[in-house]
């Protein structure tokens, strides 16, 4: 079974709101759930009310700068509208099925979204932001050999209000617990790097992104939204045109032999058309640079002959084009099934060096979280594996080849 198509587009969004609202009425349980609605949607579905635009933007207001769902105490609406909400419409919480707090404050919950299906929302706090790791897909269908995500298959695509929803949910939970004062906010930083491949999920992605940006929503800048994909060239090229965020790509090797095996939808978006992708995006992205992400695994990825690789190939010496990046090398949080190993610190050192020394700006990335398993590519969840994903998953050992750079 292929994996579930993301809803088709080129619907209007009035179009939509309409036959949601019908929905609706006909069936008094199936309400439209309004965290499904970036503002123009928003603005559509308050139209079939009967209500102008402006009454949309309160209502915005209210649910997503105030995480108000109740609209009987949303004040400022006239009741006439509250009345009409009350009978069709609401804003649907994620249920939380668990929340886990790290020693390093780092905090993770547990969604459950039905249908035996669970996703995964991680908060890590710094001294100078919060950054919420946001989850766009139950299970992923990609089946990158590293992450956890991945072993356990795919189930479906999460709606744009089950994305929303985890950045509501958390934003105003933690605003109370920290009892922060009204505008103060508690993530500052989203980062589609939970489970799934957001790239894949783009119809729900794109509302939840402009929910995100909206000055009457979240209001967070472009550049503290980061969208991190495993590199489907074409929609990234989307993403260019429709939404231009900070991007991420997970790179994880230097060449197509190896790429091959640990991301294997390199076999259909090779690398050359990767760097190609990633240099346009680059003419509308907020920031100057693509974020590569690399997980260091032993003897798989990490040696210095590798990193000079690496360096080749952002350069535009040994692919199409050169990409002004930052390389964010990961230590690999391992699991059974993977059958691989975290690179020692040294090697890892070692091979920063050599980018650093190549004049690339290098980080290597904090593991946070990692004692309630919410460090980078440990999501996991709990996932109905309904394309068999994690079955067709290869365990084979990896086969390196030999790398030569000039
Ligand atoms: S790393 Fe990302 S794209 Fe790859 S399997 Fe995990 S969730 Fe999917």
Redesign the pocket.
Known sequence: MRPRSPPRGGVSALGAARRALTRAASNPVDRVNLLDHDLESLAAYCATLGEKRFRAVQLFRWIHQKGESDFGRMTDLAQSLRDKLAAAAEVRPLRVASEQAAADGTVKWLFDVGGGDAVEAVFIPEDDRGTLCVSS?A??????R??????QGFSRNLSTGEIVGQLWFAEHHLRRRLGLAAGERAISNVVM?????PL?NYAALLPALRTMLDDHGYGLSRRRVTV???GLTRMIERLRRDCPVALAV?LHAPDDALRDQL?P?NRKHDIAALMAACRQYLDAAPRDFITFEY?MLDGVNDSPEQARALVELVRGRAGPVAVPCKLNLIPFNPFPESGLKRSPRERVQAFAKVLQDAGIVTTVRKTRGDDIAAAC?Q?AGEVQDRTRAARRMTRAPIRIVAVHTP
């Not at 299970?139 to 990158?144: I, K, P, Q, T």
């Not at 590293?146 to 072993?151: L, M, Q, R």
């Open positions: 897909q299970g992923c269908a990609v089946g990158c590293f992450c956890a995500t991945g072993h790097m939970g489970m799934g491949e894949q991190s994909t495993s997970s991301v939808l997980c590519g999501l």
